[in-house]
């Protein structure tokens, strides 16, 4: 695919594209569909590190591990939008999100995490896995 210039895309025009996709979510346990939204490039970052927990080693390496206790809330909440596209529940309302049915939760999980890249099997499979990296270099997980 080329530009109308014949030439490589500019800073401009990428940053014009509106290339963020959602989806409507009928959820039967609460009588109404919601939107979800994928997360955006510094969202991924974010929910990645909201699941991880770093701990220095005796050794000078760096443990990451990755915390499954709210892996599917944290990212339903960072990817159910109102009609404009903004987010409807705060980091501080995780929690309360939490709270609601499981089988919503995960309905809405699937398809955030269909929207935004993130495989489910590959998320659960790294659930418990860790990776000790040495503690000068950045450390980042893929979910």
């Not at 979510?25 to 939107?35: F, I, K, L, P």
Request: proline fraction near 1%; hydrophobic fraction near 40%.
């Amino acid at each position: 695919m080329s530009n109308a210039n014949g030439g490589y895309a500019t800073r401009d025009q990428i940053l014009a594209i509106d290339d963020l996709s959602f989806e409507d979510v009928v959820v039967d346990e609460w009588g109404m569909t919601v939107r979800v939204r994928e997360l955006t490039g510094t969202e991924r970052g974010a929910f990645e590190k909201s699941i991880s927990k770093i701990s220095n080693k005796p050794d000078g390496s760096t443990h990451v591990q990755l915390d499954a206790h709210n892996l599917r809330v944290q990212l339903c909440a960072m990817t159910i939008v109102d009609s404009e596209g903004a987010r409807l529940f705060k980091d501080s309302e995780v929690r309360a999100l939490g709270e609601k049915s499981a089988r919503a939760i995960t309905r809405i999980f699937d398809v955030s995490a269909k929207l935004s890249g993130i495989s489910a099997d590959s998320a659960e499979d790294a659930l418990g896995e860790s990776e000790a990296v040495p503690s000068e270099e950045s450390s980042s997980v893929s979910v």
